[in-house]
């Protein structure tokens, strides 16, 4: 037999009643019932009830270790009682009476238990991440993970795409983030910089004449968590297709999508592809935001022209003053009551705006101060044009779009909710497409790239030399799921001309591109295809299917929201000798601390 296990412990099934078997695993839970000690026996693969009866040798072993040391066991399979089985365990028809037991690992006190639901501070879970793992649903979490990366994985290759690997020690690149940087000991004074993502190096394997390429890619970004961003480092399905048109990437990746979340979505629908393509800007005037939720069906209406004029003097005279103010409405079916109208607007208040217009209706009139403003013909027109009818209301936000938007957003996503609106069980995905390839700094009044500055301007080169640029849109995309952003992707801008312009364009001269993306313009100059791709997060994808509300309940080995590692002790000061070795030394910013002295503060750095 074999020294640890004959079987795992989630295996054992009537049919092997009688047997003897061995069992390895973590003593889950203990129950003295006198004259019998019941042990949960848990492994990797699941639990199985073991006994010793009071009469053992063992027993006495047995009562005094403490939950979570490591045993083996062996013995003979029984059926349970018929009152004894546990329905909900997969071996709950069996269990085992042990004949021998040897503690192979024992526990000691434990700073958060494994068995039950409790909860745990973050510090806690973190430091002990180690024992956190072993936790029915974090442990289960870490599997799904890894089940749906192979099932991307074999999704991909299917589908003809090569699994390659791109260098992690690279050169630095202003992509929008910090980088995490690494000196170097033999080039001194001279930095490695960790990827932000394989962008350049997956761009040049079209170059060098791969057709499709995809991996799932660590990247490295110094950046603060949030609750749908691990800082520090995350991991994405990145790929990369040459000769490929936007379509031909969605249609690549929405089989892959659809397919990844229908495996692993547990009979929640998901959309049908094609998916949606919604431009940004009809996105931004509909939902306040390129990341739409769609199990919202809440769509925000262009309500200025209602208020131009109106004795609703607020709006009117912030439309007269500014042609840029727009008043957006946010319909809410079922909303019509003053009591939610007022709820509405005290949650307005309490996220720092002054309000929250809104209009009721009820017998066939609209209801509330602004229908008294602006009279019953503009409220029934308004009525009217959203689909509205007595027990709905309609909610206002009023300003210039780019200020209020993410208000109106959160407004949108407030009554959807509150309205019990948002439809529940299942994945909503779309496509943000169309993106401005530029934008206005309102502050500078310079113009920057949004988005992508590698992207291919629609209309090429044409597009960029003739027209307004703030019109020039980008073939650019955004895929999303229920309000989440999986990815950005773009069709490449594969023409150093064309580069060299648009770069010209947000005030970058030719020399500075040569300096930045020399590697990448140089591959360029010797025959580069058209090529695009895309890269959807594999923790967001994950969280999502997991339904956890935090990425770190997903992560084998997160860090807590101030990118420390709590479990490894990261980051750490270094030893003397190694900044010596690396030709570096710490620069620490000035840290002033107050004493008195005779009775007066002094601050000393």
């Not at 990746?253 to 009979?267: K, R, T, Y």
């Not at 791709?533 to 929201?561: K, T, W």
Request: hydrophobic share 40%.
């Amino acid at each position: 037999m074999h020294p640890y296990r004959s079987h795992n412990c989630g295996e054992l099934r009537p049919h092997n009643t009688g047997q003897e078997v061995r069992l390895s695993g973590w003593v889950h839970r203990k129950r003295d019932h006198g004259n019998l000690l019941f042990i949960d026996l848990r492994d990797h693969f699941g639990v199985t009830q073991c006994v010793i009866d009071v009469s053992s040798p063992l027993f006495a072993q047995a009562e005094a270790m403490r939950p979570e040391s490591v045993i083996i066991v062996d013995g003979k399979v029984v059926d349970r009682t018929e009152d004894t089985i546990n329905p909900n365990l997969p071996t709950g028809h069996v269990e085992v009476q042990v004949a021998t037991m040897t503690i192979e690992s024992p526990a000691e006190q434990l700073p958060l238990q494994v068995f039950g639901e409790a909860e745990y501070p973050e510090e806690t879970r973190l430091r002990y991440r180690f024992i956190d793992l072993r936790r029915e649903k974090v442990h289960a979490n870490i599997v799904l993970r890894s089940r749906i990366i192979s099932s991307i994985r074999r999704r991909m290759t299917d589908s003809g795409f090569l699994e390659m690997q791109t260098p992690i020690l690279t050169a630095s690149s202003p992509e929008g983030a910090r980088d995490y940087l690494v000196p170097s000991r033999i080039h001194p004074g001279q930095f490695y910089a960790l990827p932000q993502a394989p962008q350049q190096f997956k761009q040049m394997l079209m170059v060098a004449g791969f057709d499709k390429y995809f991996q799932i890619a660590p990247c490295f970004r110094d950046e603060d968590a949030r609750a749908d961003r691990s800082p520090g480092e995350f991991y994405q399905l990145d790929f990369e297709m040459s000769f490929a048109t936007q379509e031909d990437v969605f249609e690549i990746l929405e089989p892959v999508l659809s397919g990844v979340f229908e495996e692993f979505g547990e009979g929640r629908h998901v959309t049908e592809h094609p998916f949606p393509r919604i431009p940004y800007r009809e996105a931004m005037q509909k939902y306040g935001t390129d990341k739409p939720d769609l199990r919202n069906p809440i769509e925000m209406s262009d309500a200025t022209e209602t208020f131009r004029g109106s004795g609703f003097k607020i709006f009117a005279g912030m439309i007269e003053k500014n042609d840029r103010v727009r008043v957006y409405a946010i319909p809410a079916v079922g909303g019509g009551s003053r009591a939610f109208c007022d709820r509405m607007n005290s949650w307005a208040q309490s996220e720092g705006q002054p309000g929250l217009g809104y209009i009721f209706f009820r017998d066939g009139e609209g209801a509330g101060p602004v229908a008294k403003n602006i009279g019953q013909d503009r409220a029934a027109a308004l009525r009217d044009e959203l689909g509205l009818k007595d027990g709905d209301a309609v909610f206002f936000v009023a300003g210039v779009p780019s200020e209020f938007a993410a208000f109106a957003a959160a407004a949108r996503t407030k009554v959807g909710e509150d309205l019990d609106l948002v439809e529940k069980g299942c994945f909503k995905f779309c496509w943000v497409v169309d993106f401005p390839m530029y934008e206005l700094d309102e502050e500078t009044g310079k113009i920057e790239f949004s988005h992508n500055p590698f992207s291919m301007p629609q209309g090429g080169l044409e597009a960029l030399e003739t027209m307004d640029p703030l019109d020039v849109l980008a073939y650019q995309y955004d895929i999303v799921c229920n309000g989440i952003e999986l990815s950005s992707g773009a069709v490449r801008n594969h023409r150093p001309d064309i580069m060299v312009k648009a770069f010209d364009i947000a005030g970058y001269d030719e020399a500075v591109v040569e300096k930045e993306f020399g590697g990448m313009l140089n591959a360029f100059k010797f025959g580069a295809p058209p090529h695009a791709g895309c890269a959807p997060g594999i923790d967001r994808m994950v969280m999502l299917l997991a339904d956890e509300p935090n990425i770190r309940e997903v992560i084998a080995f997160p860090m807590n929201q101030q990118a420390q590692d709590l479990l490894m002790g990261a980051p750490a000061v270094i030893d003397e000798t190694r900044y010596r070795e690396l030709h570096i030394r710490a620069q620490l910013p000035k840290v002033k601390v107050k004493k008195k002295q005779e009775g007066e503060d002094a601050s000393e750095d």
